[in-house]
């Protein structure tokens, strides 16, 4: 098992541009996440995903969006880059049983200049 | 309105000793509890957790005991090792109606480890 894996590793991107976080995961989890961690901060809670088609915002979802096609991939949109999603981006899944135990992905660091 | 604190950023320890690391939270309605390890470059990993109706939780070297009426959680670690050398998160969720939370959690800001040889 891969577990959970997040591609890009890193990217740097333009005020305005658009990307996509990718988020895949093998381990046939229904619940998936998407977090943002900022410097000295915590993790907070962007979009989560009970199972495939069902998507909700958590903490702070502003400015991106989210779907589930699949049970393995959850990607995350970022529509028109702000210096305000300068942040590392984590994926993580949980299989619904023991909700809370999430299982985290490396991470994906953006730069927004 | 960060309703789980850990207010101290660093904690320094020496090796074969104990660390404590405290986390405080504001909402009551938070029932569960977990504790997570960070290295860097690394997404986080789940190390323990507790739920609301017991006051300790053991595993390992790893404790957890939760004050509700103090609304704080501390982890120890005995012994500590020069491993053990991570950024600990605390994390909270509130068990809804139906007895489901969906993994929804609060994390504090994390509190940074170090054990010296």
């Known amino acids: 098992n891969a577990g959970v894996t997040q591609t890009p590793k890193f990217r740097i991107l333009k005020i305005g541009q658009s990307m996509t976080l990718q988020c895949t995961q093998d381990m046939n989890h229904n619940y998936m996440y998407w977090y943002r961690q900022d410097p000295g901060m915590g993790l907070k809670l962007i979009y989560y995903?009970?199972?495939?088609?069902?998507?909700d915002k958590g903490e702070v979802p502003n400015g991106y969006n989210v779907s589930r096609s699949t049970t393995e991939d959850f990607p995350l949109r970022l529509e028109l880059a702000a210096p305000s999603q300068t942040s590392v981006y984590f994926c993580a899944s949980t299989p619904g049983l023991v909700l809370d135990e999430q299982f985290f992905g490396p991470g994906t660091r953006l730069t927004v200049l | 309105d960060q309703q789980v604190k850990q207010n101290s950023p660093s904690l320094s320890v020496q090796e074969g000793r104990i660390s404590i690391l405290n986390c405080d939270y504001t909402n009551s309605m938070f029932d569960y509890f977990l504790w997570y390890k960070k290295y860097p470059a690394e997404g986080p990993t789940f190390l323990i957790s507790?739920?609301?109706?017991?006051d300790k939780n053991e595993d390992g070297r790893f404790t957890v005991f939760l004050n509700k009426s103090a609304k704080h959680l501390s982890l120890h670690i005995v012994p500590s090792q020069p491993g053990d050398s991570a950024v600990y998160f605390c994390?909270?969720?509130?068990?809804?109606?139906?007895?489901?939370?969906?993994?929804?959690?609060?994390f504090g800001q994390g509190t940074i480890l170090t054990v010296h040889p």
């Open positions: 994390a909270a969720s509130q068990v809804l109606a139906g007895g489901t939370s969906y993994g929804k959690l609060t």
């Open positions: 507790i739920s609301s109706i017991k």
């Open positions: 995903s009970v199972g495939a088609g069902i998507t």
